[in-house]
């Protein structure tokens, strides 16, 4: 399989279905998220970020999407997610020298890029055992925006991507923490939710997806950077992201206070008994 940018191959896109037929499923990622239609959930609370402030040592490697392996001390809880996670790897979809690239859309428009932090369910000791299960993989998906400033927190990736322009490509990353890659933690208390798939084939449906609205800075040198690497047949490697898919009749959700619901009634049946518009029980 490959992206539309690869003319070279087969099964592009549309055709992922012939590689795993899970990809014609009804429940495929990305998708276009409209802001209007989305629906507050107050189950949707902060996430709670265990070994995100951690350095740790890891390769990058060049597999036809940058990808970096993470140690399994890094989880997430809360966030409305059924149970704790643990982080496996991240890796990252652009599209062409900064241009257009991320797989999540909003309201039709589409970031320079994305990053993916994917995690299984703690029960499990590897990913495939985990995408057997309806809720077994949990992905937090960040944007990112073109920036006037370098972003020197992502120097560590950016010169790493010099040693592995070539496809099987890998480098050893000087320390690094997950928490160094994304917005402060007082920026992710607003995300969306959905349920979804891999955006790779084997698209396995098995996502519980969390799209942060929080954009992480990168100038456009920093962007570009990713477009240097090459596909196995040499070419740039742009366009490394799959099509917004269908809904079909899936309910995007919004992280949103319960609590501030509720002060918010108590307050309008308090003004209501005030005017004499109601009378106490």
């Not at 495929?28 to 265990?50: A, C, E, V, W």
């Not at 010169?159 to 690094?176: F, V, Y």
Request: charged share 15%; aromatic share 10%; with cysteine.
């Amino acid at each position: 399989w490959c992206y539309q940018s690869q003319f070279t191959c087969d099964h592009q896109p549309e055709k992922w279905n012939h590689a795993n037929q899970a990809c014609a499923g009804q429940k495929q990622s990305p998708i276009n998220i409209i802001t209007r239609k989305t629906l507050k959930d107050g189950h949707l609370t902060p996430f709670k970020f265990h070994g995100y402030q951690d350095t740790f040592k890891s390769t990058i490697k060049n597999n036809g999407h940058s990808q970096v392996g993470l140690p399994h001390v890094c989880t997430i809880s809360n966030g409305g997610l059924p149970t704790n996670y643990k982080a496996v790897q991240f890796h990252l979809h652009w599209g062409t020298d900064g241009g257009p690239g991320s797989e999540h859309t909003i309201d039709g428009e589409q970031y320079p890029m994305e990053l993916h932090i994917v995690h299984m369910k703690s029960i499990y000791n590897d990913l495939t055992a985990a995408l057997g299960d309806p809720e077994g993989v949990a992905v937090l998906g960040f944007f990112y925006e073109i920036s006037s400033s370098l972003n020197r927190k992502y120097d560590p990736i950016i010169n790493a991507l010099q040693s592995i322009h070539a496809t099987d490509g890998n480098t050893s990353l000087p320390p690094i923490s997950l928490a160094q890659l994304i917005p402060s933690e007082k920026n992710l208390t607003s995300y969306y939710r959905y349920k979804g798939s891999l955006t790779t084939p084997p698209c396995a449906e098995s996502v519980i997806w969390t799209v942060f609205k929080k954009p992480i800075p990168l100038s456009m040198n920093q962007l570009k950077a990713f477009s240097q690497l090459q596909f196995r047949d040499g070419k740039q490697m742009k366009g490394t992201f799959r099509p917004v898919q269908p809904l079909n009749g899936r309910q995007v959700f919004r992280s949103g206070s319960a609590v501030i619901l509720s002060n918010s009634a108590l307050l309008l049946a308090t003004i209501a008994m005030a005017l004499g518009l109601s009378q106490p029980i």
